[in-house]
C-alpha cells in the first residue's frame, strides 16, 4: 500500500498537479471555527455555505462518503507572472484577479480529478466508491491540505505553499480506500508579518486568519448581486473581478511564486487588465462572447458591468462620462444606479 499511495501521487503529478498528498478523512479540526464564522454573519449572501446540511458535511467527511477512509489532496499552480506597476496602478484599466486570466479552472481540473479517482479505482482491484472536488464541494480543503503538508494557512486565510507562494488551485477525492497518509509540514509561519492585513484596502481582515467576506473585494465583485455598498466603492479602486492585494504584498509570493506549466492559465494583457471603455459598453451578446470560458460569466453582464462602472467612477477621468451616460441608460437597474453614482463621482 504504500508504493500504490507514492505512484498515486506520481500519477497526479503526471496529469498536472504540482503537489499531491494522501491524509486521513478523519473529522475536521476546524468545523468549530467553521460554525463559529457563519454564526457570526461573515459569509454574507453565500447562503449555501451556511445550509445545516453543508456545515455537517465539512465536518465529517463520511457524510459525503460514506465510510471515508482517505482523502487525495492536491494542488496546482496557477501564477504566470505579476503586473507591472504601470499597468496594476493605470485606473484607466480594470485589474482581474489572476486566477481568472483564462479558462475556468473548474473546467481543466476537474476532469483531470476524475481521470486520478478512475486510474485509483483501477489499480485497487476492488470496487473504490468516492467523490472528487475542485472548490465546489462541502470540505474545509485548505485544512486538509495543511494536514498533508502542502503548506500552511496564512493570516491572509490562504494556504501558502513555503516553497511556492499561496497561487495554487485545490482539489481533493474523498475515498472509502485506506492509504497510507502523509504528515504535516512543520516549514512555514507568517511569523510577525501583518503585510496582507494591512494591505488590504477594505479592512476585511478583522483578525490575522479571520476574513469577513462582506468586506472583501472578491466577495463584492464577484458573490455579491445586487448594489455594492457606497461606502466601500471607492475603496474597491479598480479590481473589477476579484481581488489579489493580500497574495500579492505576500513575501512568499514575492520571493518564491514561479510560472505554471499549464498553458490554460496564460493570458493576452486584454484578458488580464483590459481598458475600462473596452469593457462598459458590452451588450450580452458581447460579454458573453468575451468571456466564453472564463469564470467571468460567474457575475453574468449585469455584475460585471456594475463592477466596471465602479472602476470608472474610482478613475474620475470626464473621458469616461459619454459611455456612463449610456449605461445609465441601460435595461439592467444594477448597471443604471452604478453608472450614475460614477457620474456623480466625475462631475464633482
Not at 101 to 118: E, G, I, M, S
Not at 157 to 184: A, K, M, Q, R, V
Not at 285 to 301: D, L, M, Q, V
Request: proline residues 8%.
Amino acid at each position: 500500500m504504500v508504493n500504490f499511495s507514492v505512484r498515486i501521487k506520481e500519477y497526479a503529478r503526471s496529469l498536472g498537479f504540482t503537489f499531491a498528498a494522501i491524509v486521513p478523512a478523519r473529522p475536521a479540526e476546524h468545523s468549530r471555527y467553521y460554525a463559529d464564522w457563519i454564526a457570526a454573519g461573515y459569509h454574507g449572501e453565500m447562503a449555501y455555505l451556511a445550509r445545516p446540511d453543508a456545515i455537517a458535511r465539512r465536518a465529517d467527511l463520511s457524510r459525503t462518503v460514506p465510510n471515508a477512509q482517505s482523502v487525495v489532496v492536491v494542488a496546482a499552480n496557477y501564477h504566470t507572472h505579476n503586473l507591472p506597476p504601470e499597468i496594476l496602478n493605470d485606473p484607466s484599466r480594470g485589474i482581474i484577479a489572476s486566477y481568472a486570466w483564462n479558462l475556468d479552472y473548474h473546467d481543466l481540473l476537474t476532469p483531470k480529478l476524475r481521470q486520478l479517482q478512475a486510474w485509483i479505482a483501477a489499480q485497487a482491484g476492488a470496487p473504490v466508491n468516492g467523490r472528487a472536488y475542485t472548490d465546489t464541494g462541502p470540505v474545509l480543503e485548505r485544512e486538509l491540505a495543511a494536514r498533508g503538508g502542502l503548506g500552511f494557512i496564512g493570516k491572509n486565510t490562504c494556504l501558502i505553499n513555503p516553497t511556492l507562494g499561496s497561487y495554487l488551485f485545490l482539489g481533493e477525492i474523498i475515498l472509502d480506500l485506506p492509504l497510507p497518509f502523509d504528515e504535516p509540514s512543520p516549514r512555514g509561519t507568517c511569523g510577525k508579518c501583518t503585510r496582507c492585513l494591512d494591505a488590504c484596502p477594505t479592512d476585511a481582515f478583522i483578525a490575522p486568519y479571520r476574513l469577513d467576506s462582506r468586506l472583501c473585494i472578491s466577495y463584492l465583485t464577484i458573490e455579491l448581486k445586487g448594489d455594492i455598498p457606497p461606502d466601500l466603492r471607492p475603496k474597491i479602486g479598480n479590481r473589477i473581478f476579484g481581488c489579489d492585494i493580500c497574495q500579492e504584498v505576500c513575501p512568499y509570493n514575492r520571493r518564491f511564486a514561479i510560472p505554471t506549466d499549464e498553458p490554460a492559465f496564460r493570458a493576452a494583457l486584454d484578458r488580464m487588465a483590459p481598458p475600462l471603455l473596452d469593457l462598459i459598453s458590452l451588450d450580452d451578446e458581447a460579454f458573453r462572447k468575451r468571456f466564453k470560458g472564463s469564470p467571468i460569466k460567474r457575475t453574468k453582464r449585469r455584475g460585471f458591468l456594475r463592477n466596471v462602472a465602479v472602476a470608472l467612477g474610482n478613475w474620475g477621468n470626464p473621458e469616461a462620462i459619454p459611455a456612463l451616460e449610456t449605461a445609465a441608460l441601460d435595461a439592467e437597474p444594477l448597471i443604471r444606479t452604478h453608472a450614475e453614482w460614477a457620474l456623480a463621482q466625475i462631475k464633482s
